[in-house]
C-alpha cells in the first residue's frame, strides 16, 4: 500500500478575476478538502478564469476528480471556465479515462473507481 502524501496548494492572481492554483502532490480521499476549501474562497471572488496547474500533481482519485467537477460546475454557473495546464503522463491518463467512460456507472463504486484509476496510473509511472 502507498505511504500517504500531502498536497500543497499555492495560488496566484494572473490578471483581475483570473486565478491559477499549483497543486503540487496527491489530490485523493486524504487531501481533497484542502483543495474544495481554498476553491471555495476563490469562488467567492466570482473568478472568470480558473486554471489548476498539475505540473507537481503525482496523483489524483475520485475524490479528486469530484472537486474538479464541482469546480467546472460552479464557475460554468457564474460565466467562468475551469481550465489545466502541465498535466503529467498519469493524471492526462485518468482525464482521458473518465472522458472515455460512457455516462452510464461501470464501477460498482468509488472504491472500485478509484483502484482502477490507482492501477491506470501506476501502468503509465512505469513507461
Do not use: C
Request: proline share 3%; no cysteine; aromatic share 8%.
Amino acid at each position: 500500500k502507498r505511504q500517504l502524501l500531502e498536497l500543497t496548494i499555492k495560488t496566484k492572481l494572473k490578471a483581475p478575476g483570473v486565478y491559477v492554483l499549483f497543486l503540487n502532490g496527491w489530490l485523493d480521499t486524504q487531501t481533497y478538502k484542502k483543495l474544495d476549501e481554498r476553491v471555495a474562497e476563490i469562488l467567492k471572488e466570482s473568478p472568470k478564469i480558473l486554471i489548476f496547474n498539475m505540473e507537481q500533481l503525482d496523483y489524483i482519485s475520485s475524490a479528486g476528480l469530484r472537486i474538479i467537477y464541482k469546480t467546472q460546475k460552479a464557475l460554468k454557473g457564474s460565466g467562468g471556465s475551469l481550465h489545466f495546464m502541465k498535466l503529467k503522463p498519469q493524471i492526462k491518463k485518468v482525464f482521458e479515462i473518465i472522458n472515455a467512460l460512457p455516462s452510464m456507472n461501470v464501477f460498482s463504486g468509488v472504491q472500485e473507481l478509484d483502484e482502477y484509476l490507482d492501477a491506470m496510473q501506476q501502468k503509465s509511472m512505469k513507461k
